[in-house]
């Protein structure tokens, strides 16, 4: 078959086995290509709403060579700037040193090069010798320039492309699938970022697919089985386990422990993930899974120790003003463990807590990212913990995803190696990371998955 015969363009086509060829990873001309043809046309998550509560909050966001300032106008109005000042250029919001992003409050802003200052929706309001310019500051040269800008689940979105469509109908089918969960209430327990040697494919693409949990994560064996679909879902996909007959409601993320006696494996599960990954559960769910043992009888069906730990869990969280969302376990099956959100961001949802990722270029070079990780949960009214982006160290992340983390700077170089044939991606588990190259391409013009 010729390469074009071969080039993946529809959901039909990754059904089958494909190659993704290494271009898109390691080449120095796609990497550079990507800021116009892909960041500077699609919507990008670009922060919390919690983040900008009051007005003349701000944080910035920042992709390669752009940066964003995101502002709170009014109680219930944000709007996005270019975070440069039109008299000659220089940065309105700098980030503080080791910082991922500005965060602050301002009744303005002031640029710290010659003073031109603009209010919160970017309008200039003092220059200094406006007359000099013999009129010719009109029609909003002045102003600072404005950036698409929306909200869905609690995030803000950017899109940097004037001409962009909304925001709703680039995110369906994953805004429909995930509204039940009310992201939107979830609060950060912990966020953390760092720069990793590897593209920023690499480092989404190891939590895409469950194929490799079994070698990466080997203490997981012991707890059940972890192999999942993947499906692709437009411009989006997403993951999930196989649950096994009869026992869909362990489809999501709040699963069973597997083996002899699922009161003393659901605990022994739980325990673990809570020490080693500080993700996908609760002190709720982690203190009510030590008291199966107790509080049910030998013998316990797995369906009824799975309805009875939810259940408890539920009515404790909502004794303390937590009020977990219903879903039912048909939606549950098919919204999956995680959507992969075109082009890089990852939500693992569930209805109590979620854990999310996010990759960007780090300055344009094709081996390097920025990487970063949050763990959101509910919360009673109020008592969220004040939360900052936490700049950390790989030893210093939880171990679990230390595991994924030491995989990445080897894929990276593998990737590069003249005997490298291209990613032979196992088309059920890890056909997420196929749809990604396939939507890819269509941005690119170059580096589509190619059936064999
Ligand atoms: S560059 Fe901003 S005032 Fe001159
Ligand atoms: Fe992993």
Not at 80 to 88: D, E, G, I
Request: charged share 25%; proline share 7%; with cysteine.
């Amino acid at each position: 078959m010729g390469e074009e015969a071969r080039i993946v363009a529809s959901a039909q086509d990754l059904m089958e086995p494909v190659n993704v060829p290494a271009e898109a990873y390691v080449s120095p001309e796609y990497a550079r290509a990507e800021r116009d043809r892909l960041w500077r046309k699609v919507w990008l998550q670009a922060g919390r709403m919690e983040d900008i509560a009051e007005v003349g909050s701000y944080i910035t966001f920042d992709i390669l060579d752009d940066s964003v300032i995101i502002v709170r106008t009014a109680p219930d109005t944000i709007k996005a700037l270019h975070n440069v000042c039109p008299h000659r250029g220089r940065k309105l919001a700098d980030v503080p040193p080791g910082k991922r992003n500005a965060r602050g409050r301002r009744p303005n802003f002031i640029c710290g090069y010659h003073g031109w200052t603009f209010d919160l929706e970017g309008r200039n309001t003092y220059l200094e010798h406006p007359d000099d310019w013999q009129g010719k500051l009109c029609d909003g040269l002045a102003d600072v320039g404005q950036v698409k800008v929306e909200s869905w689940g609690g995030w803000i979105w950017i899109n940097l492309d004037p001409q962009a469509g909304p925001l709703n109908d680039y995110l369906e089918p994953a805004m429909t699938m995930l509204d039940p969960y009310q992201l939107q209430n979830m609060r950060p327990r912990w966020r953390k970022w760092v720069v990793f040697e590897c593209n920023w494919k690499v480092a989404m693409e190891a939590f895409a697919e469950t194929y490799h949990v079994n070698t990466t994560h080997p203490e997981f064996m012991e707890f059940g089985q972890f192999r999942g679909w993947a499906r692709n879902q437009g411009l989006h996909s997403n993951i999930g386990y196989d649950a096994p007959k009869g026992q869909e409601e362990d489809s999501g993320k709040l699963r069973l422990g597997a083996g002899e006696d699922p009161r003393i494996t659901t605990a022994d599960m739980q325990n673990f993930t809570w020490a080693n990954a500080n993700t996908n559960t609760t002190t709720t769910l982690v203190a009510v899974a030590n008291r199966l043992k107790d509080e049910l009888p030998e013998g316990t069906p797995a369906a009824e120790v799975s309805r009875y730990w939810i259940q408890t869990a539920r009515a404790e969280d909502e004794a303390r003003g937590v009020v977990w969302p219903t879903v039912d376990p048909q939606h549950t099956s098919q919204a999956g463990t995680a959507w992969q959100i075109f082009p890089n961001f990852q939500i693992g949802h569930a209805v109590n807590n979620m854990l999310c990722y996010m990759a960007r270029p780090y300055k344009g070079d094709p081996d390097k990212c920025i990487f970063e990780a949050a763990v959101y949960e509910l919360y009673p009214e109020g008592q969220a913990p004040e939360t900052e982006w936490e700049y950390t160290e790989l030893a210093d992340w939880p171990p679990v995803l230390q595991q994924d983390f030491a995989n990445m700077a080897a894929v990276q170089q593998g990737m590069k190696n003249v005997g490298f044939r291209g990613a032979q991606l196992n088309p059920y588990m890890e056909r997420s990371i196929a749809s990604l190259h396939m939507n890819l391409a269509r941005f690119m013009g170059t580096g589509a998955p190619l059936r064999y």
